[in-house]
């Protein structure tokens, strides 16, 4: 079994930054792929970025360039350095991990309870 654990989000004013921490522990394997979801109220949850256990990373067009994501060389930490927030970026983050490389959360088996990130305009 594989627990995520999200930590790091707040409140910050726009053009702010925030660091957010996902912590893998159990069986994980350090080939899955870690990644990180947001939902805000009343939307759907949504593809924020991803990385493979090869360091592969791809983002959500609109965080690309603002939001930066990395894993520790244990592969069992994931960060999510976000720069330049917007109050569009106001949702509760989860972490994920699974074994596709994928934007679609279906293909994530494990998920963290979420953090909550506000952006205040």
């Known amino acids: 079994q594989v627990q995520l654990a999200e930590s790091g989000g707040g409140t910050v004013q726009t053009g702010g930054s925030l660091r957010l921490y996902c912590i893998a522990s159990g069986r994980i394997s350090e080939t899955y792929v870690m990644g990180w979801f947001r939902q805000a109220p009343g939307k759907e949850r949504e593809f924020v970025a991803t990385?493979?256990?090869?360091?592969?990373?791809h983002y959500e067009d609109s965080v690309k360039g603002r939001f930066t994501i990395s894993r520790t060389n244990a592969k069992n930490t994931v960060l999510l350095q976000m720069n330049s927030l917007k109050p569009e970026d106001t949702a509760i983050y989860y972490c994920?991990?699974?074994?596709?490389?994928?934007?679609?959360?279906?293909?994530?088996?494990?998920w963290g309870q979420g953090t909550q990130v506000t952006v205040s305009s």
């Open positions: 990385v493979s256990g090869s360091d592969s990373t």
């Open positions: 994920a991990a699974g074994g596709r490389f994928s934007t679609y959360y279906g293909n994530y088996e494990y």
